[in-house]
């Protein structure tokens, strides 16, 4: 796949910023996002909070390439934008770092997931089934318990009013949390449903 290279001058206030940017899709090239988080990069200035002008137009759909808004190699843009404060830096300093060990956990899920599909699929002798589902329970117990943890965690903070990008961020990770606690709920019904199965069928030989 060949890659796209443009080279743009963007102002912001006072200070010019050259930004180079490549698109990865040969047709489409960069797109209005790229130049966005580069700009973010350089400046300071959340993408929430940007306001990119070419040609006296404001560009609103991030996902538009380039090149079909007229922009070619060596354009001139005009970037309007607040900085966040260093206090709403460091709300959301607190919100990536929670956003981490939401990340951790998650993983912990996946491989009980994963596991309870090996185990379904009849890789472990029947007779230690039983013991491995108590296992991957608690497991699941524990990710759950976790999550809730963060939650209580996110809820704690108090962002203000007009950090957008900290509001933002937050309430993404409040769903995220959330679906990641509806999905330990489904796991936890699923190797219910297994053990009662398993032992259901123990009572049917032993009788």
């Given at each position: 796949?060949?890659?796209q290279?443009?080279?743009v001058?963007?102002?912001y206030?006072?200070?010019?910023?050259?930004?180079?940017?490549?698109?990865e899709?040969?047709?489409?090239?960069p797109?209005?996002?790229?130049?966005?988080d580069a700009?973010t990069?350089a400046?300071?200035v959340p993408?929430t909070?940007?306001?990119?002008?070419f040609?006296g137009?404001?560009?609103k759909?991030?996902?538009?390439?380039?090149s079909?808004?007229g922009?070619k190699e060596?354009?001139?843009l005009?970037l309007?934008g607040k900085?966040?404060?260093?206090?709403?830096?460091?709300e959301?300093k607190?919100?990536k770092d929670?956003e981490k060990?939401?990340?951790q956990?998650a993983k912990?899920?996946?491989?009980?997931d994963?596991?309870?599909?090996?185990?379904k699929?009849g890789?472990?002798?029947?007779?230690?089934?039983a013991?491995?589902?108590g296992?991957?329970?608690h497991?699941v117990k524990?990710?759950?318990?976790?999550?809730m943890?963060?939650?209580?965690q996110i809820?704690a903070?108090s962002?203000?009013?007009?950090y957008?990008d900290?509001?933002?961020k937050k309430?993404?990770?409040?769903?995220?949390?959330?679906?990641f606690?509806?999905?330990?709920?489904?796991?936890?019904?699923?190797?219910s449903?297994h053990?009662?199965?398993?032992?259901?069928?123990?009572?049917?030989l032993a009788e």
């Amino acid at each position: 796949m060949s890659t796209q290279t443009i080279t743009v001058t963007v102002a912001y206030g006072s200070t010019k910023h050259s930004i180079t940017l490549t698109g990865e899709d040969d047709v489409k090239g960069p797109i209005v996002k790229d130049l966005s988080d580069a700009l973010t990069k350089a400046t300071g200035v959340p993408q929430t909070s940007q306001k990119l002008i070419f040609k006296g137009k404001s560009l609103k759909d991030v996902e538009e390439s380039l090149s079909s808004v007229g922009i070619k190699e060596g354009c001139k843009l005009m970037l309007i934008g607040k900085r966040n404060s260093p206090e709403e830096e460091t709300e959301l300093k607190k919100l990536k770092d929670i956003e981490k060990s939401v990340e951790q956990t998650a993983k912990k899920l996946e491989k009980v997931d994963g596991e309870l599909t090996g185990l379904k699929n009849g890789f472990l002798a029947k007779d230690l089934q039983a013991e491995a589902l108590g296992k991957l329970d608690h497991r699941v117990k524990i990710a759950a318990e976790q999550f809730m943890k963060i939650l209580e965690q996110i809820d704690a903070m108090s962002i203000p009013e007009n950090y957008n990008d900290c509001k933002m961020k937050k309430k993404g990770l409040v769903k995220t949390v959330q679906d990641f606690l509806a999905q330990c709920d489904k796991i936890e019904a699923c190797i219910s449903d297994h053990l009662s199965k398993i032992q259901s069928k123990n009572l049917a030989l032993a009788e």
